[in-house]
């Protein structure tokens, strides 16, 4: 092949490449857009102040106020919940355990595959496990499920931001006499910030899933008070206001989507600043 | 801690369980092999196959990989070889939060976007009518959903590769595609595959929004322009009413397993591709 073919076929295949990146990279404008476009006319203060009032399905009074409340209940009972079950996890994988032993690479394993479960399965697991224990469709069984969703994505997350401590800090508190578990104290204070990524990134996740809570959590149109009352989630929301025909409520389902969409939006700008903080730290 | 560890591990397994216990009555009346094959779905007279709901699944998924993986392929080689550190900076964070947008965001998007699309401009082409609620619409939203884990894995499977190696090839006098097409990616290509299996099992799982723009119909589909009804969107749609036709909850938890079979199996291999390939260049 002659030299002018080879960089022809080197200039083609580049701007596919640009070509390329500015389809993935734009995927993200698209969506959100649409979303805007569609949402915002609908968007008024009663869509967020105000819980469903009666013939709020037909068209009538009313806002979102129950949904909203009730994805920020479940998914930070699910976060704190998770918060509590990984953290040891995680202190003990890395803290505790030798780099490479067998429990600690099984486990490892075990939190990648977990994290590739989809949440319908972790669904239908909690409402199995919901019709064994005799619980019905509530917020208790909607942060069972959640909690179940994000565990994995907690322990991988502070899994990675325990690996960016030196390991020369452990060393060192350990040689001063400190027991394992002081250490741990020491380095969960090295990675408060990374902690609170973690935290975000579940509770995003958490509030907009919607196949793990759909059997779970039910939905009602008050604002739950007791655990054990069905609770209203923003994405299940979205999801009935859409289905119905008449044009208002539709345009309801659109501004509920425009209102998920901001709240995942702030979560992830925060949870970036956040990041961006930590590494300026450890320089 | 040790409890807590060890319990996550047996959790993978308990998840199993706790499903094949609830699917278990299923397996009494029929066999595997013709829950498989039968396409008749009835659910009030006994009837469970599951043929139509497997091709739905089928179609979606491999609709959003023939998308997905080019695109991804291109993106991520630019960004690991090509593009500027300012590209990088700004590409890396808008993957970010397209992987944090909710399913059911996706979906509506789907619904106003991708579904007009096809009913207006693309099924006229090719055949006579269509909704627009079809597995292509499907396979379209799920590679959009599907770009983030893509990009980010095979970007990090790209960085992997030694710069010896590239920089052997160059000074051969291969142009930088060159060095691409045939030392990179042959060198990351169990990467690559890896990623792919992995982007596979999360097409596999993804409910609400397939749900929301496949159409839902139980036949399976000879066409891109048929509507499909994958296994998770039936979990989802039918769980109201399980309850009260017998073995209904049965079948519907058998999807759930088969789809945690799948995706178990799945995510496990690429894990272990990966953290294999991670293994070698890090040490």
Known sequence: ?283 | MLILSIASVSFVFLIGIGLYWRAAPLFNENTLYSLFRSSEWAPSSGKFGFYPFIMGTLWVTLIAIVVALPLCLLTGVYLTEYAKSSVRRVMLPLVNILAGIPPVIYGVWGIFFVVPIVREYVAPRFTEYSSGYTVLTGGVVLAVMIFPILVSIVSEVLKTIPKELKDASLSLGATKWETIKKVVLKRALPGIIAATVLAVSRAFGETIAVLMVCGNVPVAPTSVFDGGYPLPALIANNFGEMMSIPLYDSALMFAALLLFVIIFLFNLVSRIILNRIEHKYSS
């Open chain 1, 1 to 283: 092949m002659g030299i002018k073919k080879r960089k022809t076929e080197e200039t083609i295949f580049k701007a596919l490449m640009v070509l390329a990146c500015i389809m993935v990279g734009s995927s993200l404008f698209l969506i959100v857009g649409t979303i805007v476009v569609k949402g915002l006319p609908y968007l008024t203060w009663d869509m967020v102040s105000k819980i469903p009032q009666g013939g709020f399905y037909i068209g009538e009074e009313g806002g979102v106020l129950n949904a909203i409340i009730g994805s920020l209940y479940l998914a930070g009972g699910a976060t704190v919940l998770g918060l509590c079950i990984s953290i040891p996890i995680s202190i003990y994988l890395n803290i505790y355990l030798k780099r490479g032993s067998f429990l600690s690479k099984s486990a490892k394993l075990a939190f990648d595959v977990l994290f590739g479960i989809p949440s319908i399965v972790y669904g239908a697991f909690a409402f199995s496990i919901m019709i064994w224990m005799g619980v019905r469709a509530s917020l208790l069984g909607g942060v069972i499920a959640v909690t179940l969703l994000i565990i994995p994505i907690l322990v991988r997350t502070l899994d990675e931001v325990i690996a960016t401590v030196p390991k020369e800090l452990k060393h060192a508190a350990l040689s001063l006499g400190a027991t394992r578990w002081e250490a741990a104290k020491v380095i969960l204070r090295q990675i408060r910030p990374g902690i609170y990524t973690a935290v975000l990134l579940a509770f995003g996740r958490g509030i907009g899933d919607v196949a793990s809570v759909l059997f779970t959590a039910g939905f009602s149109d008050n604002i739950p008070i007791y655990i054990d009352e069905p609770a209203a989630t923003l994405p299940l929301a979205i999801f009935f206001q859409l289905s119905s025909p008449i044009p208002e409520v539709q345009g309801r389902a659109y501004a509920s989507a425009l209102i998920l969409t901001i709240i995942i939006l702030v979560i992830v700008v925060v949870s970036h600043f956040i990041a961006a903080k930590q590494t300026k730290h450890n320089i």
